[in-house]
């Protein structure tokens, strides 16, 4: 399984325009890791995670295709994981040529949020409707958590992230049948019940991304504090969720008590984990 990180910020990118803080005055000057893109990831050559605003650029930007992409899976619908254009680019008065269908899946709540900022960005009419996604050649799945999908190469257990509640957001375990990941952004925390879930499967995880949206000195609340990251890590090192051999990675960082990429990664690797950055690719 090969990972790619696309983007690894929240939902201002990195650094944010207007800001002088010490985080994005760092980032302006090293540049580098330092830089980010509102996060997203690219398993293998055909599953996405999350269909962002900077997912396009992003790739291009690293020679990356995502033309081979059969597979999405949305966390949410906010504006920094979610960009209506992308799917309206696929119908055929756009002049594109897509090479294969796209599966779109996510929670009811999130796939009727999006649906709602499709339909004012054009008048095609709703994605929920089968001659709409015909014509945008998709596929609109409806995900539940805890239950267990398979497309393709792959099975997808859907777990309920602690963020943006209203819209069922979800968080994901993948296996392409050789090796699995845990992707945990964007969320407050894990749930005591998907804690339960993933140790009674018995199956660790080759790789796990976890939310850090705020540095050092920030508490959680709506996304995962450093603080917060590195317990949930130790958590899943206790629980006997990660693999031998395997990694984990934070995203989805924004300034607030960021440290310069380097020092973050000093600080992330004394506690067992590491600080993923746009353009990070990851073979397990």
Request: a negative charge; aromatic letters at 8%; charged letters at 25%.
């Amino acid at each position: 399984m090969d990972i790619r990180f696309l983007g690894t910020a929240a939902s201002p990118a990195m650094p944010l325009p207007f800001c002088v803080c010490a985080g994005c005055k760092t980032a302006r000057k090293e540049g580098g890791k330092n830089v980010r893109r509102r996060s997203a990831c690219l398993v293998n050559t055909d599953l996405l995670l999350d269909l962002g605003p900077d997912v396009p650029s992003a790739a291009a930007s690293r020679g990356w295709s995502l033309t081979r992409v059969e597979l999405c899976l949305q966390t949410h619908p906010h504006a920094d994981h979610f960009d209506p254009e992308l799917l309206i680019s696929r119908h055929p008065e756009w002049g594109g040529a897509v090479r294969a269908p796209l599966v779109f899946a996510g929670s009811r709540k999130t796939l009727e949020a999006l649906d709602a900022v499709f339909q004012r960005q054009c008048d095609y009419g709703s994605l929920l409707e089968k001659p709409v996604q015909e014509v945008l050649s998709l596929e609109i799945t409806e995900l539940e958590p805890f239950r267990e999908i398979s497309r393709g190469r792959y099975s997808i257990i859907p777990y309920p992230a602690n963020h943006a509640r209203e819209f069922d957001s979800l968080v994901y375990a993948v296996s392409d049948g050789e090796k699995s990941l845990f992707y945990g952004t964007d969320t407050a925390g894990i749930d005591s019940e998907v804690w339960d879930h993933m140790v009674a499967r018995g199956r660790a995880f080759d790789a796990v991304v976890l939310d850090q949206t705020y540095g050092l000195g920030f508490p959680s609340s709506d996304h995962l504090s450093a603080e917060g990251t590195a317990a949930a890590v130790s958590r899943f090192r206790e629980l006997g969720l990660l693999a031998p051999g395997s990694c984990v990675f934070a995203t989805h960082l924004s300034h607030e008590g960021i440290l310069e990429h380097n020092q973050m990664e000093r600080w992330a690797l004394e506690r067992g984990y590491n600080i993923a950055y746009d353009g990070l690719m990851l073979t397990l």
